[in-house]
Structures are given as structure tokens and as C-alpha cells.
């Protein structure tokens, strides 16, 4: 049996690509999966690479194909896989060889599982893989969690499999056990929140001002060559002008307007409002998923409650919608900041944020140009820690918030729902109100409840006067 220096497991789109990139930096790769002829039909397309590819018909033949200590990446869905994987491979390991999952699994199974496999001599890295298919291939962002130890072991197969940005390797070790999942999980909710802004004002231009698909194109293009430049932005141009082969409408409008997710998302807003924090644009953006794919009940309301974008349309500039989805992009990025600063705070993780924004410049779904901006706002002084009392921040906000809140108005007035973008408006304004109205709900709670509250001129917990009672 020929020797491998890599093992991995799992060859769908993400594993398939992995495998190639690993080979591509000279890795011998031992390859199995459950269905084998996955792994015949990775070996065949791999053409001068099909030479490091080491297949194995089972699992242990995957183990024996490498010399001790062993490195075995997992990329299999998330959840039980992971387990049924890890139970497969143990009684074929010894000490110190290392599973390594590249998925996007919960990070508090990424705690349990390394808690597990250290019990019985192992090591467990969880790696948070960002970038697609294509950035698997041709070098993703890589999010590290575990020992200083095994990352250190394989941190030089990591560095050269990785995205660079300007030859600095997008991968860092972030911290122990489930660091490098948390940190991916928060990246895929501003993941989730970039996508909904931008489909946002893609509706504005499209049921607003009634523009087709191939006119929305070239303003995305557009942007993507200001403050906007990311690789969402340019996603979405090329998505807008594609026609679809089979009928020459507008791709996009042959699509069915129904999102999937598989659960980062939503964890993000889980994990955020646990720790009390506020994820409202991820929230937002999380819910409208969840309201597209109750297709039946918006036809059913769309004919009973009046179809949305019915009302006059105040015309709004394409520099307002710029305008709007940078305000956005930068409090969705603080909000995700704020997220991995409790994370990092609960978890006594050391969270290194001007290094995860570096990390993010290259090979990541959100990679952007803002991210450059942002590793250099928190390698200075930051007030409260928080991105926007930044002064580069400040400014690109005083500069753009009057665009957001004309677009949010304009979509209100004409029925046209803009959740993200509202949520982050009202975050901001939210933020910036020194005095808000929670004596009010103060007030209440100590009305209705006895829970007290504190005096704006006195020290101690007080009572109101309601039920004629008296301050204590
Ligand atoms: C990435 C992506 C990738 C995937 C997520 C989100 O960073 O490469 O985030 O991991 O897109 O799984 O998927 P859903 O939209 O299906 O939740």
C-alpha cells in the first residue's frame, strides 16, 4: 500500500477540492469515503494530481495508508457524521495522531469531541473551512481552534493549503477547542447578513424601480470597485447577469424565492442572545429565510392583505443604495465583533480580532475591502472595543447613515420590506441615543412587578409612587 502524509475523509464538492488543494502543495492524500465511487470519480477528473490521491476502501485501510503521527481531515456534513467518523477511526489511531474537521459544525460539539479524543490520547483540531468550493480548491480561510500543539503540527500543511492576502496565509490558531468553529459560525452569520442587504436592495431596484435583472447587474459591478468591493458584491453581478440556457429569461427569475440554511445562521443569533448581546441585522436576516420558505402562506396573504410594493415609490439614487449597504456591512461586521468579544470573554478564548479580520481578507465568503480597515481599527486604541466609535468607522457611518435611512424610508412608504437594513438602522440610531426610553420600561416592571429601579439623581434601588407606594 502506497504511503500517504494526509488522510481525509469525505470527498463531496468541499472534501473533493480540499483534496485536490493538499495535493496540489505536494501531499500525498489518502482519500475514503462511504460511497467509493465518489472517490473514483475524484481520482479520475484529478488528472496530474490523480497521483497523490491514495485511495482506500475502508477507513482503516485510510489509517494504515499513513505513517504515525496521522492527520485526518473530516469534511462530512456536520452533526452525527462527525461522530460516526471519529468512532470509526478510533480503534485504528494511536496516541498522538489528529482528526481535524473542516465542517461547520457546532462549536460546542467541536468542545465535547476534543475533550473526548484528548481523554483517549488524541488530538482534535476544529477548523473552520470559509470560501466555498472554489476556495477549498484554490485556498480558503482557514479558522484554527485546539492546542498551541496540533496546530503547530499542522499548521505548515494549513499555511500552504490557505488563501493568501498579500502573502500573509489566512489561517490562524484563534484559541482552544471550539475557538475556530465559534469564529467561522459568527463569519457565516455576517455571511448571512451581507446577503440579505444586498437581496434587499436588489428588490428595491427591481420591485421599486422596476428594473430587470441584466439593468441591476452592472450597478453591483459598479460598486465593486468602491467601498463595497467584497466577493459578495461580485457574486451578485455575475448572478444578476447570467440568463437562464434553457429559456433565455433572467436566470435569477427562474429562481424560486425559497432560502435554505443549515444552522450557522441561526446559531449565530442563538449564541448572541444567550450572552446577551444583540444580533438584530443576523436576526433579521436569519427570519427572512425562515418567511421565504413559507411560500404558501405569503401567496395566501399576498392576495388577502394586499401584495407588498403596492404604494408610491419614492425614487432613491443608486449612490443612496451604496450608501445604505456600506452602513450596513460595518454594523453587521460590529455586530459579529461584539458576538466573538462575549465569546471570547465567556469562554476565556483571547479572541485575536485584528487577526480574525485578517484572516477574512482572502479566500472567505466575506471577504471584503472594509476587512483591511477593520484588523487596522482594532490594532489601534478602540473606544468600548466597538468598531464603530472607531474613527476610520465613524466617519465611513457620519458619511453614509443619511443614504440608509432614506432607502429604509422609502421602502416603508412604498411596502417594500427591508428587515436587515432596518435593523440596522435601528441599531444605530439605537446606539447613538444617550438618554433612550428604557425608564419607561423601568417604570413598568417596578409598576407591575416591585423590580425597582435606580434614580438618575440618587444612589440605591427605588419604588415609584404607583399603588401609592413610596421610595425605599
Ligand atoms: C463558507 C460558507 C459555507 C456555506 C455555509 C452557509 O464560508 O464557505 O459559509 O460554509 O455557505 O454552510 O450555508 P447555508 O446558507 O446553507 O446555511
Given at each position: 500500500?502506497?504511503?500517504?502524509?494526509?488522510?481525509?475523509?469525505?470527498?463531496?464538492?468541499?472534501?473533493?477540492?480540499?483534496?485536490?488543494?493538499?495535493?496540489?502543495?505536494?501531499h500525498?492524500?489518502?482519500?475514503?469515503n462511504?460511497d467509493?465511487?465518489a472517490?473514483?470519480?475524484?481520482?479520475?477528473?484529478?488528472g496530474n494530481?490523480?497521483?497523490?490521491?491514495?485511495?482506500?476502501?475502508?477507513?482503516?485501510?485510510?489509517?494504515?495508508?499513513?505513517?504515525?503521527?496521522?492527520?485526518?481531515i473530516?469534511?462530512v456534513?456536520?452533526?452525527?457524521?462527525?461522530?460516526?467518523?471519529?468512532?470509526?477511526?478510533?480503534p485504528?489511531?494511536?496516541?498522538?495522531?489528529t482528526?481535524?474537521d473542516?465542517?461547520n459544525?457546532?462549536?460546542?460539539?467541536t468542545?465535547a469531541?476534543?475533550?473526548?479524543?484528548?481523554?483517549?490520547g488524541?488530538?482534535?483540531l476544529g477548523?473552520?473551512?470559509?470560501?466555498?468550493?472554489?476556495?477549498a480548491?484554490?485556498?480558503?480561510?482557514?479558522m484554527?481552534?485546539?492546542?498551541?500543539?496540533?496546530?503547530?503540527s499542522?499548521?505548515?500543511?494549513?499555511?500552504?493549503?490557505?488563501?493568501?492576502?498579500?502573502?500573509?496565509p489566512?489561517?490562524?490558531h484563534?484559541?482552544?477547542?471550539g475557538?475556530g468553529h465559534?469564529?467561522?459560525?459568527?463569519?457565516n452569520?455576517?455571511?448571512?447578513a451581507?446577503?440579505?442587504?444586498?437581496?434587499?436592495?436588489?428588490g428595491?431596484?427591481?420591485?421599486?424601480?422596476?428594473?430587470?435583472a441584466s439593468?441591476?447587474?452592472?450597478?453591483?459591478?459598479?460598486?465593486?470597485r468602491?467601498?463595497?468591493?467584497?466577493?459578495?458584491?461580485?457574486v451578485?453581478?455575475?448572478?444578476l447577469?447570467?440568463?437562464?440556457?434553457?429559456?433565455?429569461?433572467?436566470?435569477?427569475?427562474?429562481i424560486v424565492?425559497?432560502?435554505?440554511?443549515?444552522?450557522?445562521?441561526?446559531?449565530?443569533?442563538?449564541?448572541a442572545?444567550?450572552?446577551?448581546?444583540?444580533a438584530?441585522?443576523i436576526?433579521?436576516?436569519v427570519?427572512?429565510?425562515?418567511?421565504?420558505?413559507?411560500?404558501?402562506t405569503?401567496?395566501?396573504?399576498?392576495?388577502?392583505l394586499v401584495?407588498?410594493?403596492?404604494?408610491?415609490m419614492?425614487?432613491i439614487?443608486?449612490h443612496?443604495?451604496?450608501?445604505?449597504l456600506?452602513v450596513?456591512?460595518?454594523?453587521?461586521?460590529?455586530?459579529?465583533?461584539?458576538?466573538?468579544n462575549?465569546?471570547?470573554?465567556e469562554?476565556d478564548?483571547?479572541?485575536?480580532?485584528?487577526?480574525?479580520?485578517?484572516?477574512?481578507?482572502?479566500?472567505?465568503?466575506i471577504?471584503?475591502?472594509m476587512?483591511d480597515?477593520?484588523?487596522e481599527?482594532?490594532?489601534?486604541?478602540l473606544?468600548?472595543?466597538?468598531?464603530?466609535?472607531?474613527?476610520?468607522?465613524?466617519?465611513?457611518?457620519?458619511?453614509?447613515?443619511?443614504?440608509?435611512?432614506r432607502?429604509v424610508?422609502?421602502?416603508?412608504?412604498?411596502?417594500l420590506?427591508v428587515?436587515?437594513?432596518?435593523?440596522?438602522?435601528?441599531?444605530f440610531?439605537?446606539?447613538?441615543q444617550?438618554?433612550?426610553t428604557?425608564?419607561?420600561?423601568?417604570?413598568?416592571?417596578?409598576?407591575?412587578?416591585?423590580?425597582?429601579?435606580?434614580?438618575?439623581?440618587a444612589?440605591?434601588s427605588?419604588?415609584?409612587?404607583?399603588h401609592?407606594?413610596?421610595d425605599?
Amino acid at each position: 500500500m502506497r504511503q500517504a502524509n494526509m488522510g481525509l475523509i469525505g470527498v463531496g464538492t468541499m472534501g473533493s477540492a480540499l483534496a485536490l488543494n493538499i495535493a496540489e502543495q505536494g501531499h500525498d492524500v489518502a482519500v475514503w469515503n462511504l460511497d467509493l465511487a465518489a472517490v473514483d470519480g475524484l481520482i479520475a477528473s484529478a488528472g496530474n494530481l490523480a497521483p497523490r490521491l491514495v485511495r482506500c476502501d475502508t477507513i482503516e485501510a485510510l489509517v494504515v495508508a499513513m505513517p504515525v503521527p496521522r492527520a485526518i481531515i473530516l469534511l462530512v456534513p456536520a452533526g452525527d457524521p462527525v461522530d460516526l467518523n471519529i468512532d470509526a477511526l478510533i480503534p485504528f489511531l494511536a496516541a498522538g495522531d489528529t482528526i481535524i474537521d473542516g465542517g461547520n459544525s457546532d462549536f460546542r460539539d467541536t468542545i465535547a469531541r476534543t475533550k473526548r479524543l484528548e481523554a483517549a490520547g488524541l488530538a482534535y483540531l476544529g477548523i473552520g473551512v470559509s470560501g466555498g468550493s472554489d476556495g477549498a480548491r484554490r485556498g480558503p480561510s482557514i479558522m484554527a481552534g485546539g492546542t498551541a500543539a496540533t496546530y503547530a503540527s499542522i499548521a505548515p500543511v494549513l499555511e500552504t493549503i490557505c488563501a493568501k492576502y498579500k502573502d500573509d496565509p489566512c489561517v490562524a490558531h484563534l484559541g482552544p477547542d471550539g475557538a475556530g468553529h465559534f469564529v467561522k459560525t459568527v463569519h457565516n452569520g455576517i455571511e448571512y447578513a451581507d446577503m440579505q442587504m444586498i437581496a434587499e436592495v436588489y428588490g428595491l431596484m427591481r420591485d421599486g424601480s422596476g428594473l430587470a435583472a441584466s439593468e441591476i447587474a452592472p450597478v453591483f459591478r459598479s460598486w465593486n470597485r468602491g467601498a463595497l468591493e467584497s466577493y459578495l458584491i461580485e457574486v451578485t453581478a455575475e448572478v444578476l447577469a447570467a440568463k437562464d440556457p434553457a429559456t433565455g429569461e433572467e436566470m435569477v427569475d427562474m429562481i424560486v424565492d425559497q432560502a435554505g440554511q443549515k444552522g450557522t445562521g441561526r446559531w449565530t443569533v442563538i449564541e448572541a442572545i444567550r450572552m446577551g448581546q444583540t444580533a438584530s441585522i443576523i436576526e433579521a436576516a436569519v427570519g427572512a429565510r425562515v418567511l421565504s420558505s413559507q411560500k404558501v402562506t405569503r401567496e395566501i396573504a399576498a392576495h388577502l392583505l394586499v401584495p407588498a410594493g403596492t404604494d408610491t415609490m419614492i425614487p432613491i439614487s443608486e449612490h443612496d443604495l451604496q450608501s445604505a449597504l456600506i452602513v450596513g456591512r460595518v454594523l453587521a461586521y460590529a455586530q459579529g465583533f461584539q458576538i466573538l468579544n462575549a465569546a471570547s470573554d465567556e469562554f476565556d478564548w483571547a479572541l485575536d480580532f485584528a487577526r480574525i479580520a485578517e484572516i477574512w481578507r482572502a479566500g472567505c465568503i466575506i471577504r471584503s475591502a472594509m476587512l483591511d480597515d477593520i484588523a487596522e481599527a482594532f490594532r489601534n486604541e478602540l473606544p468600548q472595543g466597538h468598531l464603530v466609535l472607531s474613527q476610520h468607522f465613524i466617519k465611513v457611518l457620519t458619511g453614509n447613515i443619511a443614504g440608509l435611512r432614506r432607502v429604509v424610508s422609502a421602502a416603508a412608504l412604498k411596502g417594500l420590506p427591508v428587515p436587515a437594513l432596518a435593523a440596522a438602522l435601528s441599531w444605530f440610531d439605537t446606539i447613538r441615543q444617550a438618554r433612550g426610553t428604557t425608564d419607561l420600561t423601568q417604570a413598568q416592571r417596578d409598576y407591575f412587578g416591585a423590580h425597582s429601579f435606580r434614580r438618575i439623581d440618587a444612589d440605591g434601588s427605588h419604588h415609584g409612587p404607583w399603588h401609592g407606594a413610596s421610595d425605599v
